[in-house]
């Protein structure tokens, strides 16, 4: 299973966040840092289960606000 989580930090705490997300080895896959609603979009993969405790994880860190992540479906 695949998933994407888009996380809002606090003003000037980006770099600090996904440094600590990158921190996460299990299940984390790649870190960015972007442009738009989102200021990091973290790439996951493993069972639900796996993915769930990385974004409990993810919610932990000091100066995320909000979290939104996207499960890939399988086509047909």
Do not use: P
């Not at 990091?40 to 860190?61: E, H, P, R, W, Y």
């Amino acid at each position: 299973m695949k998933a994407l989580t888009l996380i809002t930090t606090n003003a000037g705490k980006v770099d600090s966040v996904a440094k600590t997300v990158r921190g996460i080895k299990k299940g984390v896959k790649d870190v960015l840092i972007v442009t738009g609603r989102a200021d990091v979009a973290v790439f996951s993969q493993g069972s639900l289960k796996d993915i769930n405790n990385t974004i409990m994880k993810i919610g932990k860190i000091r100066d995320v606000l909000t979290t939104e992540t996207m499960f890939e479906l399988e086509a047909g």
